[in-house]
């Protein structure tokens, strides 16, 4: 389809190993946004991307924590020597340009479910 | 503290029944937008609704209606006549001009449960 798809659908990995998380977002939309949903939390914002310009970063939780996104389109959320606090639903999203002032609605995906065990 | 705040963490009614999900938002921004947001059980958040807060009127899609006061700085959503498909995790969000990029704020989420 021509939603946003999410890979892995589901990770378990051992502390202390990398993992990462990649997301492919509708086609055209210049907004793509990472959330993690914790096990009775809201979405909790980690970083968000806007065509050409500088990442919002501001929500990543520790330097363990990073994002690219490569030719406006796919992104990877890597995380560093996983901690089991880090288990979590790894949300992606995308929107149409929300610089013009104009904020559409984000369209998600199914999301990454990690475990750390 | 937290920008929107969804005081019900779950509800629980039975099939008719009509449920009132609230949201209450915080911002200094005359410009803003608000969202609701259904998770059902399969996961994936569908967008419900966006209002910008220049535009107070309600909003009827079916059995579902919206009621946005700025006084109070709500946004509730009703369920008219529930069903069990209702039967979700509803997140109400908040976007604002905060450093130069409208970044969704959701609040906690709550939990509907409708019973057959």
């Known amino acids: 389809g021509a939603g946003v798809s999410q890979s892995p659908s589901n990770k378990v990995t051992e502390k202390g190993k990398d993992v990462e998380l990649r997301c492919d977002p509708i086609?055209?939309?210049?907004?793509l946004y990472w959330y993690r949903q914790s096990l009775g939390q809201g979405l909790e914002f980690l970083i968000y991307f806007q065509g050409n310009s500088a990442p919002d970063k501001s929500g990543l939780p520790s330097d363990r924590f990073s994002a690219e996104r490569t030719g406006g389109s796919v992104s990877t959320l890597t995380i560093q020597r996983t901690q089991q606090e880090d288990s979590a639903v790894y949300l992606c999203?995308?929107?149409?340009?929300?610089?013009?002032?104009?904020?559409?609605?984000?369209?998600f995906g199914e999301g990454s479910r990690l475990t750390v065990l | 503290a937290q920008k929107v705040t969804q005081a019900q963490t779950e509800i629980s009614v039975v099939e008719k029944e009509d449920v009132t999900l609230d949201c209450v938002y915080e911002t200094r921004d005359t410009t803003y937008y608000l969202f609701w947001y259904k998770q059902p059980p399969s996961g994936e958040l569908v967008f419900l609704i966006r209002r910008n807060s220049f535009d107070e009127q309600n909003e009827i899609s079916g059995r579902y209606s919206w009621n946005f006061q700025k006084s109070t700085s709500s946004f509730n959503f009703t369920i008219t006549a529930s069903q069990v498909v209702d039967s979700a995790v509803y997140f109400c969000?908040?976007?604002?001009?905060?450093?130069?990029?409208?970044?969704?704020?959701f609040g906690r989420g709550t939990s509907l449960i409708v019973h057959p």
């Open positions: 999203a995308s929107s149409l340009d929300s610089n013009r002032g104009v904020t559409g609605e984000l369209f």
């Open positions: 969000a908040l976007s604002e001009k905060e450093g130069g990029s409208y970044i969704p704020t």
């Open positions: 086609s055209g939309h210049t907004a």
